[in-house]
């Protein structure tokens, strides 16, 4: 019973622990997700603008 109740209870230091792996996992999975952007765009090639 009490692993139940220390799992509960509000812990702000692991809050905040939490929220910088978090906000550290958003920026890179963001930051994969422009590189796979840059390289599409750049794999595209000259006939996808419309040059004939």
Do not use: C, E, K, N
């Amino acid at each position: 019973m009490a692993a139940t109740i220390s799992m509960t209870t509000p812990d702000s230091a692991a809050d905040g622990a939490r929220r910088r792996a978090l906000r550290r996992m958003r920026t890179l999975a963001v930051s994969l997700l422009g590189f796979a952007a840059v390289v599409y765009v750049a794999t595209l090639g000259p006939t996808a603008s419309g040059a004939s």
